[in-house]
């Protein structure tokens, strides 16, 4: 059986389509089939894959519309002799399938991913016990591969190219249902801003793309309700 790759390229200057014959056996990937162009029908094919297990989040394509990890979509599962493969959407296309995420990484790091604590002591560390219940309220948001699935499809980041996104905002909620963070006053302000959780339209499509069910939607909605009750504190005091 073989199935067409129809593959959206892009060479510095133009894009265009270029259709490929691959042949496919049972359980064979997305990514397998991009190996198997790239190795023996033309070896300038760009594309970005690292682990192949779904954890890195580099292999993030458009297939028939709809943004999935390569390395863990079987070809069989898409169920079409064709396929139109894409760069994601909202990434500038740096050469065919392979995007650039410098500004994505650069809002993900405006929120401060990380522990902030007043009593940081690195020559006597102190373990931060928490119970099972606290570790739940954060443990799914931080499951995030920053693949960027849920930012290109995100209609606010497309209109708006200084929106902090889904998972930036996603991060910021993971540490401020974080027990151990004392950093919460600073993220407030990163991410209540004109780019922040106030841009978001609410299409939750961020939610359905995300191939490990972060629910971004859901950490954007949690954290319209605190900073809205941080603005409210502020006027009150």
């Known amino acids: 059986m073989k199935v067409i790759f129809n593959i959206r390229r892009f060479d510095g200057e133009k894009d265009y389509w270029q259709s490929f014959a691959v042949p496919v056996f049972r359980g064979m990937t997305l990514l397998e089939g991009l190996f198997y162009i790239k190795e023996n029908l033309d070896g300038s094919l760009a594309f970005r894959a690292s682990c192949r297990m779904g954890v890195c989040g580099s292999c993030a394509v458009k297939v028939n519309g709809k943004p999935v990890l390569a ?18 959407d909202n990434f500038r296309v740096i050469k065919d399938l392979v995007t650039d995420f410098e500004g994505f990484f650069r809002k993900h790091e405006a929120v401060k991913p990380y522990l902030i604590r007043n009593d940081d002591n690195y020559e006597n560390p102190v373990e931060l016990i928490q119970t099972p219940k606290q570790m739940k309220s954060y443990y799914t948001f931080s499951l995030c591969i920053k693949c960027g699935a849920c930012y290109s499809v995100c209609p606010a980041a497309a209109t708006r190219s200084d929106y902090l996104g889904p998972a930036a905002i996603t991060a910021a909620w993971r540490f401020i249902a974080d027990s151990r963070d004392e950093g919460k006053e600073e993220r407030y302000e990163a991410v209540c801003g004109d780019n922040g959780v106030w841009r978001c339209h609410f299409a939750a499509e961020c939610s359905e793309v995300c191939p490990k069910k972060v629910e971004p939607a859901k950490a954007v909605q949690k954290m319209r309700i605190r900073t809205a009750l941080h603005a409210i504190k502020k006027v009150i005091l």
Do not use: W
């Open 71 to 88: 390395c863990e979509t079987q070809i069989s599962s898409v169920n079409s002799s064709k396929l139109d493969i894409e760069p994601i």
